[in-house]
């Protein structure tokens, strides 16, 4: 991993007494690095990030990981608020679903396990924390989308993608329940409602990237069940 440096003015303290538990991925969603780069270094953007890799696996450090970086904006996941305040940010070089989204290439890859491991060595990140921006803002987010190799960063220790079956249910409140004990902001409608679809599409596209539809199918459902489970699993042995 090539690891240069670029200081980005878009960043603040930490919340006192904080600490740092969850991992962020993006994708830039520009045309070129070139314009990513200047933009999350731009202080009329008011937008950072700890790291950006890019496709040849390239590596920025854009902002120390002891301050806050401005990535994440309106977010929750599993209770925390303010994402920004508690996790670092990494931005990955892709154009995105508006400029020509593609696979993310291996090099970059590569980079991104290497990056994560060194970030999981310093900080207690849980694996249910590695999360993408679209899980902690699925109203507003589809990145790093349905294209990026989460069970790849699994197999490497980093994130959660989990593997045994489990029951599936295709009831619309009990698929809220399972969302919200993920860690998603879920409302509790039981009913599937549009804002519950958008929760279910970024859930899709995490977790079950080959249709991406806002629909409780059954395959759909048993993921959620499997997910839900191993979160469960995490968070018990963790005793939180």
């Not at 980079?111 to 060194?118: D, G, H, P, Q, T």
């Not at 249910?128 to 197999?155: I, N, T």
Request: charged fraction near 25%.
């Amino acid at each position: 991993m090539i690891l240069r440096e670029r200081a980005s003015p878009n960043h603040d303290a930490r919340p006192e007494g904080g600490h740092i538990d969850m991992l962020v991925l993006h994708y830039t969603g520009m045309r070129t690095a070139a314009e990513a780069i200047d933009r999350l270094c731009d202080p009329a953007a008011k937008v950072s990030a700890h790291y950006m890799i890019e496709e040849d696996g390239t590596t920025w450090r854009l902002v120390d990981e002891s301050r806050r970086a401005w990535h994440s904006g309106v977010s929750y996941w599993q209770g925390t608020e303010h994402v920004n305040a508690a996790s670092i940010g990494i931005e990955l070089v892709n154009p995105g679903h508006e400029w020509g989204y593609r696979a993310f290439p291996d090099a970059q890859m590569a980079s991104l396990e290497v990056l994560c491991r060194a970030l999981l060595g310093k900080h207690p990140i849980p694996a249910d924390r590695v999360v993408g921006h679209s899980d902690v803002a699925p109203l507003r987010k589809q990145d790093p989308g349905e294209l990026f190799d989460w069970p790849r960063l699994a197999r490497a220790g980093i994130g959660l993608w989990p593997t045994d079956p489990a029951p599936p249910s295709t009831d619309i409140a009990g698929a809220q329940a399972m969302l919200a004990a993920i860690g998603y902001l879920a409302p509790s409608s039981g009913a599937l409602d549009p804002e519950v679809r958008q929760v279910l599409i970024a859930f899709q596209r995490r977790f079950r990237p080959r249709r991406i539809d806002g629909d409780l199918d059954e395959e759909t459902a048993a993921r959620l069940a499997a997910v839900e489970r191993a979160v469960s699993a995490l968070r018990a042995r963790r005793g939180s």
